[in-house]
């Protein structure tokens, strides 16, 4: 935890509405229209987000696609294009740690950059965040909002502030002047139900937190008082953790919404060998193998089932995750019942080391066969990654992906 006496200047860069302005970038004739990304416009799956023509209507992150429809029948659904939204974020880090190795990813479309040494080699703070909004925009046609702070947690609110296309500096001793004015909602990691508590407090402001009795506090949230007090304060982490050290990801994996609830085992076969080839895709551009593929299920009630097995042996292969996913599948007791909805994972991550080849075989037994066909399957799934990376995601795939309901 850092105090006010801290010297670090904390960036924090937001893309706005990442995927959607992706999206109107790569179609221009979407510019200007609600695009909503994720769900269907027949009311199925969950919004991912939206670009900012469609918020007037009432659309966020996380409502139903058939509550979106409601509030915006006129909008123009798009399906994610998580392969399209990664390399953009892989490039746009890129291009920032050309102005400062010290660049933390939080997300696909958000990082946080310490810029203490080289602020100052710009013209200042204002005039660096300046020159980085420029490059994206010129370079890949998007925009982002950036707040500047002593502070993660201030840099992040500070990013928040006037999005779209926003830029707020909040300086070094003026961190109190920002923060108590705002409601307490605004304070990061205050959701919905702790405000609520808060409320039922008095504590509205972050000023009244700020000044609320720590003792009473601690009685009802505990450690976390500790914490919300000195962020109410305008104390916080401002230690930067590179990408290039950050840990394994824990798990990666990608779920599909039927259209319409599916009860067809071969078209059910098809999407899970659809998702398993994606996982597997994101794997080896991670340079990573898991021990541990997991199945999800959600039938139309919306109960979500999960399945899992895991390997002596890491695996970063499709065919070796499909084949257990199918497995999975038919053992749950649902094979032939109506999905709403499939998911397929691998876990257990950890980085690959050398050249090491996997045992692709499920009884895990080794022969120069096997051997020789491992090395088969990772040329041609090394092939197929890289006309996809030429050409588009599904450029190529495998005979029995089912891409369409």
């Given amino acids: ?149 002593p502070v993660k947690f201030i840099a992040k609110m500070a990013s928040a502030t006037s999005k779209p296309d926003g830029l707020t500096v909040v300086e ?14 605004n304070l990061w990691g205050v959701g919905p139900k702790m405000e609520e508590s808060l409320k039922k407090l008095g504590i509205a402001t972050i000023e009244d937190l700020a000044k609320y009795p720590k003792p009473k506090l601690k009685r009802l949230f505990g450690a976390l008082a500790e914490c919300m007090i000195a962020m109410a304060n305008g104390r916080g982490e401002s230690e930067i953790t590179p990408g290039y050290l950050a840990p394994v990801e824990k798990s990666m994996g990608h779920e599909h919404t039927f259209y319409r609830d599916e009860s067809d085992m071969a078209k059910i076969k098809g999407r899970l060998l659809y998702l398993s080839d994606k996982v597997s895709r994101r794997l080896r551009a991670d340079d990573c193998r898991g021990k541990t593929v997991n199945l999800k299920i959600k039938l139309p009630d919306f109960v979500r089932h999960t399945r899992s097995r895991t390997l002596n042996i890491p695996t970063d292969c499709a065919e070796t995750i499909y084949s257990i996913a199918c497995g999975l599948f038919e053992k749950s007791g649902f094979a032939g019942a109506p999905i709403r909805l499939i998911g397929v994972s691998v876990s257990n991550i950890e980085p690959v080391i050398g050249n090491d080849q996997l045992d692709l075989s499920l009884d895990n037994s080794r022969t120069s066969s096997t051997c020789d066909r491992i090395n088969r399957i990772r040329y041609i799934e090394s092939v197929m990654d890289a006309i996809r990376g030429k050409y588009g995601d599904d450029s190529i795939n495998r005979a029995g992906v089912q891409l369409r309901d």
């Fill in 172 to 185: 070094k001793g003026r961190e109190i002047e920002y923060l108590w004015p705002q409601p307490v909602r």
């Fill in 1 to 149: 935890m850092t105090g006010k006496g801290s010297n670090k200047l904390i960036m924090h860069i937001d893309m706005d509405a990442f995927f959607a302005a992706v999206e109107q970038v790569h179609l221009p004739a979407l510019k200007g229209k609600p695009v909503i990304v994720g769900g269907t416009p027949e009311g199925r799956g969950v919004v991912t987000t939206c670009s900012y023509e469609a918020r007037p209507y009432g659309i966020h992150s996380a409502m139903s696609a058939a509550k979106a429809v409601k509030l915006c029948p006129h909008g123009v659904f798009i399906n994610l294009s998580p392969y399209k939204y990664t390399h953009l974020s892989c490039e746009i880090l890129r291009m920032l740690s050309g102005f400062t190795p010290l660049v933390e990813p939080v997300s696909i479309d958000e990082a946080f950059l310490d810029i203490t040494d080289v602020a100052e080699r710009y013209g200042g703070a204002v005039n660096l965040a300046a020159l980085m909004k420029k490059s994206i925009r010129d370079r890949f046609g998007l925009t982002a909002s950036i707040g500047v702070a």
